[in-house]
């Protein structure tokens, strides 16, 4: 059964930069069916999608976010991760990461994991 | 950017009611709409896909409906696992965006 798993600090001092990774156990990473995505709840915004990447390392994301965010894969420790750089007390939230599937040409995210809490602040 | 309107933002309901959620796009999305439950400290879980879809595994007192801008979801029979937060979101077109979410609440 396919998991996933965040990791990180969880406090970021105001313009440094937050990193995350997503571990996926269960399953390939390299499976070209997918997409693996970041997403963060914060109580002024809720739920926000910041950007997803293939395993060949195809990338889009949010343009509100994308000045400041990178995500990359590593196939060979089948983890994928977020760089967020410049951070604010705006992007305290819980990060989660979750795969996207397809059905037709339906997207939706069918296995996520259970977040990580990340506070900025000094 | 399209908006996800949920209503209501939460409501208080007993074991054995029937509960609707509605969401309304700010354009027409035709059926590319997800709901998704999620509880405190667990992952979120995907329950209806492409508007009326159920996951698999998902019990068949969840349903789904609407296209274009208008969406619900329906519990047929609340049961006391189902009291959690539930979401829409669109996949018609990045930025991928979600509702504000409706707390089910234990009346």
């Known amino acids: 059964q396919l998991q996933l798993q965040e990791s990180g600090p969880g406090l970021v001092k105001p313009s440094e930069t937050l990193s995350l990774t997503c571990t996926v156990s269960g399953g390939s990473i390299s499976n070209s069916s997918y997409y693996w995505v970041w997403m963060r709840q914060s109580p002024g915004k809720g739920l926000e999608w910041i950007g997803s990447i293939y395993y060949s390392g195809s990338t889009y994301y949010n343009p509100s976010l994308k000045r400041r965010v990178t995500i990359a894969v590593d196939t060979s420790k089948n983890q994928f991760s977020l760089k967020l750089s410049s951070v604010t007390a705006a992007d305290t939230a819980l990060y989660f990461c979750a795969r996207r599937s397809l059905w037709l040409v339906y997207y939706y995210m069918d296995v996520w994991g259970q977040g990580t809490t990340v506070t900025v602040s000094s | 950017d399209i908006q996800m309107t949920q209503s209501p933002s939460s409501l208080s309901a007993s074991v054995g009611d029937r509960i609707t959620i509605t969401c309304r796009a700010s354009q027409t999305i035709s059926t590319f709409l997800n709901w998704y439950q999620h509880k405190p400290g667990k992952a979120p879980k995907v329950l209806i896909y492409?508007?009326?879809n159920l996951q698999s595994g998902v019990p068949s007192r969840f349903s789904g409906s609407g296209s274009g801008t208008d969406f619900t979801l329906t519990i047929s029979s609340l049961q006391p696992d189902d009291f959690a937060t539930y979401y829409c979101?669109?996949?018609?077109?990045?930025?991928?965006?979600f509702g504000q979410g409706t707390k089910v609440e234990i009346k």
């Open positions: 492409a508007a009326s």
């Open positions: 979101q669109q996949s018609y077109i990045t930025p991928w965006t």
